[in-house]
């Protein structure tokens, strides 16, 4: 036993003094068994501070990802519409903004197409950006020279980064074309909006000068996202040229000083902007009238903000106030008789003064309308022939709900004829409609819309030589808005009298001031983003990889613990007549106690040190294993080690707790063994043999409720899942608990039972000698089996069950997006018509279907996205899908869904003011933005001001983890300049759909369209839960090995306990093979009914996803796992036998 350490307590104990050499003599003495207790702590300790260093390191990769991609810009403001290039000028020149900002750079930033003109190979979702020099003066890397076009250069230089050449695979020289939609002012979904392809795609070619790096500006993004984007770098005034832009931009980048004053840099930024705007820069300009001015819009319709602002700063001014609301009609019909293409006016009737007269041709003020009525001009009523009294028909262009054209009818009394004199002749009511204003004659228009030009007659060119787009027609206010409102607004100019002793120019420059300090720039899109802040915030990421990876090794280190504890247990044992020694020459047993403390307490410490090390290689190797194996559940290969020292301090700190706590339970119950027993050698007390009532009251309980959840099943069909899972635990519980009376129990009648060998019978009765330990191991291994089963069973492939409305496809076997919003129907042959679409192709997708959507971009809100989710994806659901239906709900408000046949019906309900219904899908709800059914999140709409979207309905595994849906009304309402669709789902039949995919692209690959597969769009999905599900089964597994030795070690003390009866059977002539298959049994026994227990309850658990038709259980892997657990269990047997057979037989029959 030592008596140098013996002699050294006994002195301890005359001087009452604990030193060093009291703690350290006994460990160096115990060598063996006191390094396997360091090695276990240091596995625990790895796996633990390991998890945690995982959480660090992904936050740290995706930290440097986000100072890479942006380099020194802070601050970016970007806009849909362009605006002028001094802006920046402006700005850079305002009090105060040297002191806070250091560079300051012009861009233009789209989304195309990119080409190689030799091989036509392809790649979409392109970022093309244009800038100057002063751009790459936010990174080390400036490749402006390479931008400049070179002596003999035809075309343009384009300068790509590596992923876009990977994908295109050009060469430096090469020509590569770019397209991209062009600039609209006028949105395409209006009436004057221009839907054509050579309307809306630019596309130009470019020389290829030089392929730069995926790193500083070759990873340049403003999006938040771990995987590389492809960018396209051109110069900024070639790309102005090609757009018809000259001296303007769409975006405008700011890094700021590192100085205290740059603190509220945000805040400076928007005041600067608010004050450098300019009227020009809302788009907007003054046209001089008699008496007064107008203002109008580049974009033809004055917004609700433009002309919300205007009355404020005319107020201001006391300036009166003439809304007017211009509109086309094709056609006016009263009596057989036709009069083509005339405009018509609606403004407020009577006409107050100040604005010019609208006389009746009797001389008298034109009255007041109602809504049926208009007002016709002498000359549009001399050509009908009608008078006051009279009816026409008015025939005119309505927007359809996915903006297409469609004619429309009203009917009208004429009120009465006015003069043709002061406002009835005023061609200033119509603005300049491109394509109509320019031209000579009538029969010159090029409008967006069709124009039958048979219709014009000579008198109609008289008139428009004459009087130009004076109107012929005026109705109300109230009737213009009824008939050609639409959510772009409803009025075309603001006219305002001035009195004559004021100057018409000083006060339009008083009503532009009133005007920019009356709106806020954040209405209309000119709103600068902190995007390294945001961006640095998003990457604390949307999964907490510390505790998904603790999650993930929790039996890991549990195991290790276990082992731990047990280690310490069999090295006290080994000493247990020291103790009792102790205890007898008069030791306290808190003293006793608190030298094993102490002695473990050493071991610990230099576990968890030798852990915190081995921590760092555990996480890199696990950070290799997410580069490389793990892939699927991250996207990103630029992921790498990062250490803090808080992560390593709580590693360390946790795992010392955890350490401490095994050996202290390891002692706790060795300190009630009486001393005399300890002098003879027993560590171990046999509890008195009887069912322990707790016992069967857990098993009883258990099954009695496992019973009321089976039958809760069948009438809670939506909860099947959840409560199946819940009968499967309580399986488990039962079974261990049954398992626990047994161990207690009688067991005479295992010697008469029939069909079992002698070994196996004496193995089985031999497991109650010690219940606890038996017990113990039995939980962890059946524990650990159901958790690695139960999860494993989840992963899940998807094919052929998409094609069913109720699956998370809803039926749809494509789903496609464009880099550029599509106008036309390409459901209908005269959509594809305008699209481009052969007659051939167009005739093979007559049985295709295909659903689009609206689209705003934003942030990936699945779970292939790594950062945190400022601004999701929204989609506007078209009332067409919401009457489709299809796909799978998980949840869904239940007092609303009431008497509805048609979930997707609940998009449509009104909830309250700025609160708007959506759906998500259910993984990325409760996963990625952290909320719930029934619950809101915030964002902002198109006008600065914040709308909270509440979930009324979630999705189930569906192909929109990505985004989130809403109605396309709401959609419109809070994102009106939206124009097109963008996003498609594609039902095409099952023999078709390839063939529909390759159509699609090919026809409309200038458009960027991309179509994939619903079922590969799951899978993707999938792949991350799959892969998760690998880790966590291979790090699980490997936790249950590691618990699979500690039965092991079980084993070996049980063999030392009875080490005298094994010698005593060799005595009486059993073989060593005998003694060797008997120890095996005992341990296999163990096994066995640990995996068996946990399997069952697993599979019960599981029941509902293996029915379900989605359900690819890979039974393979989930039993190769068990059948490794034995094994090794097993092997770790063999250990405790050649112990069995190596007894010397005197001494242990001696000490017998």
Request: glycine residues 8%; aromatic residues 10%; neutral net charge.
């Amino acid at each position: 036993m030592g008596n140098k350490f013996f002699i050294t307590l006994i002195n301890m104990k005359a001087t009452g003094k604990q030193n060093s050499m009291s703690v350290l003599t006994p460990l160096s003495h115990f060598w063996r068994i006191n390094l396997a207790v360091v090695l276990g702590a240091a596995v625990a300790t790895a796996v633990l501070t390991g998890a945690l260093l995982v959480g660090d390191s992904v936050r740290g990769s995706l930290r440097d990802l986000t100072l890479d991609r942006l380099g020194k810009i802070d601050y970016a403001l970007v806009t849909q519409k362009y605006f002028r290039e001094d802006l920046l000028v402006d700005l850079a020149t305002s009090k105060n903004f040297s002191n806070r900002f250091e560079t300051i750079a012009s861009a233009i930033l789209s989304n195309g197409t990119a080409i190689h003109s030799s091989s036509k190979t392809r790649a979409s979702n392109i970022n093309i950006i244009a800038v100057d020099a002063q751009f790459f003066s936010f990174f080390e890397r400036n490749e402006s020279a390479s931008l400049r076009k070179k002596s003999g250069q035809v075309f343009p230089s384009v300068v790509i980064n590596q992923a876009l050449q990977n994908q295109l695979k050009a060469e430096v020289g090469d020509q590569i074309l770019l397209s991209f939609e062009k600039p609209s002012d006028i949105a395409r979904s209006s009436l004057l909006g221009r839907k054509s392809t050579e309307d809306v795609i630019e596309t130009t070619r470019m020389s290829l000068t030089k392929i730069i790096p995926d790193e500083g500006p070759g990873r340049f993004s403003l999006q938040a996202n771990q995987n590389l984007p492809l960018n396209a770098f051109v110069s900024l005034p070639a790309l102005q040229r090609t757009l018809g832009q000259k001296n303007k931009v769409n975006a405008i980048l700011v890094s700021q000083q590192d100085s205290p004053e740059a603190n509220d840099s945000i805040d400076f930024l928007q005041q600067i902007l608010a004050a450098s705007l300019s009227f020009e820069d809302f788009g907007l300009k003054f046209i001089e009238l008699e008496g007064g001015f107008a203002v109008e819009s580049s974009e033809s319709i004055l917004s609700p903000q433009i002309v919300t602002g205007s009355k404020s700063a005319a107020d201001k001014l006391n300036l009166p106030a003439l809304p007017v609301y211009t509109y086309l009609a094709n056609k006016m019909e009263a009596k057989g008789r036709l009069l083509p293409y005339s405009t018509v006016a609606a403004l407020p009737i009577p006409v107050v003064d100040g604005f010019g007269n609208l006389l009746l041709n009797s001389g008298r003020p034109a009255p007041r309308l109602a809504d049926n009525e208009i007002l016709l001009n002498d000359w549009a009523a001399r050509d009908l022939r009608v008078s006051a009294g009279d009816s026409i028909t008015m025939e005119y262009f309505g927007i359809g709900p996915r903006d297409n054209l469609f004619t429309k009818q009203t009917a009208f009394h004429v009120k009465g004829v006015v003069a043709m004199a002061g406002l009835a002749i005023d061609k200033t009511l119509t603005p300049d409609f491109p394509g109509i204003a320019d031209a000579d004659n009538m029969a010159d228009w090029d409008p967006p819309f069709p124009v039958d030009l048979n219709l014009i007659r000579s008198k109609d060119e008289d008139y428009w030589d004459k009087y130009r787009g004076a109107p012929k027609g005026f109705v109300s206010v109230e009737t213009g808005r009824k008939l050609w409102g639409s959510r772009f607004g409803n009025v075309t100019s603001l006219r305002f009298a001035v009195n004559p002793e004021s100057e018409t120019a000083d006060v339009e420059e008083l009503f532009a001031n009133e005007f920019l300090a009356n709106v806020r720039p954040e209405q209309f899109d000119f709103v600068f983003q902190p995007v390294k802040a945001q961006g640095l915030a998003s990457s604390k990421g949307a999964t907490d990889f510390s505790g998904l990876f603790v999650g993930f090794s929790f039996f890991l280190i549990i195991s290790a613990a276990l082992l731990v504890g047990l280690l310490f247990r069999l090295g006290v044992e080994q000493r247990g007549r020291e103790i009792g020694m102790l205890l007898a020459v008069g030791f306290p047993l808190r003293k006793v106690r608190r030298q094993f403390m102490s002695e473990g307490a050493v071991l610990a410490v230099i576990g968890a040190l030798l852990g915190t090390g081995g921590a760092l290689f555990y996480t890199w190797l696990l950070m290799t294993g997410l580069r490389t194996w793990w892939l699927a559940a991250v996207g990103s290969p630029f992921l790498f080690l990062h250490v803090t020292p808080a992560s390593l301090a709580t590693g360390f700190g946790s795992s010392l707790l955890v350490i401490f706590l095994s050996i202290w339970i390891g002692l706790r119950k060795l300190s009630k063994i009486p001393p005399p027993a300890l002098l003879a050698g027993v560590t171990n007390i046999l509890k008195q043999v009887g069912a322990s009532r707790r016992a069967k009251v857990t098993a009883i309980s258990a099954l009695i409720l496992a019973g009321v959840l089976t039958v809760a099943t069948f009438s809670l069909e939506s909860a099947a899942a959840g409560l199946f899972f819940g009968i499967g635990t309580l399986v488990l519980v039962s079974g261990l608990a049954f398992f626990a009376i047994w161990l207690r129990g009688p067991h005479r009648a295992l010697s008469s039972q029939a069909g079992s060998t002698p070994i196996v019978r004496m193995a089985a009765r031999n497991s109650p000698r010690n219940p606890g330990r038996s017990m113990l191991s039995t939980a962890l291994v059946s524990s650990a089996c159901f958790v690695i089963i139960a999860v494993g069973a989840f992963r899940t492939e998807f094919g052929g069950e998409v094609f069913k409305r109720n699956s998370g496809a809803g039926g749809y076997s494509l789903t496609a997006q464009s880099d550029i919003p599509l106008f036309y129907d390409l459901n209908s042959e005269d959509g594809r018509f305008e699209l481009g679409f052969s007659d051939d192709d167009s005739e093979k997708l007559k049985q295709t279907e295909i659903m689009p959507f609206r689209f705003l971009p934003g942030d990936d809100a699945s779970c292939l996205n790594l950062y945190q989710v400022e601004k999701p994806r929204i989609l506007g659901v078209t009332q067409a899908q919401v009457e489709r239906g299809g796909f799978k709900f998980s949840k869904t408000v239940s007092q609303e869904t009431k008497g509805l046949t048609n979930l997707w019906n609940l998009l449509n309900m009104e909830i309250e003011p700025d609160v708007i219904p959506a759906f998500g899908d259910e993984n990325s709800v409760m996963w990625i933005l952290h909320s719930g059914l029934g619950k809101d999140i915030a964002i902002s709409n198109e006008f600065g001001e914040e709308i909270k979207l509440r979930f009324v309905g979630l999705l189930k595994k569906s192909i929109f983890q990505s985004e989130l849906l809403i109605s396309e009304k709401n959609f419109l309402k809070h994102f009106p300049s939206r124009s097109g669709y963008s996003y498609f789902l594609i039902d095409s039949p099952i023999e078709q759909y390839q063939e529909a995919s390759q159509i699609l692209e090919s026809s409309l690959s200038d458009y960027g369209f991309d179509a994939t597969t619903t079922a590969e769009k799951l899978a993707n999905f999938q792949a991350v839960e799959n892969t998760y599900l690998s880790t966590f089964q291979m790090v699980g597994g490997l936790g249950l090995i590691l618990g699979t030795l500690g039965l092991g070690m079980i084993l070996i003390r049980n063999v030392i306990e009875r080490r005298g009866e094994l010698a005593t059977l060799r005595a009486f002539g059993f073989r060593q093979s005998t003694l060797a298959a008997l120890v095996l049994a005992e341990n296999g026994f163990l096994l066995i009914l640990g995996i068996l227990l946990g399997a069952i309850s697993a599979v019960i658990a599981v029941t509902p996803h293996i029915l379900a038709d989605a359900s690819q259980v890979p039974w393979l892997s989930l039993s190769l796992t068990l059948v490794v657990v034995f094994v090794v269990g097993m092997l770790a047997s063999l250990a405790a036998v050649r112990f069995a057979i190596k007894i010397p037989l005197l001494p242990a029959l001696k000490a017998e």
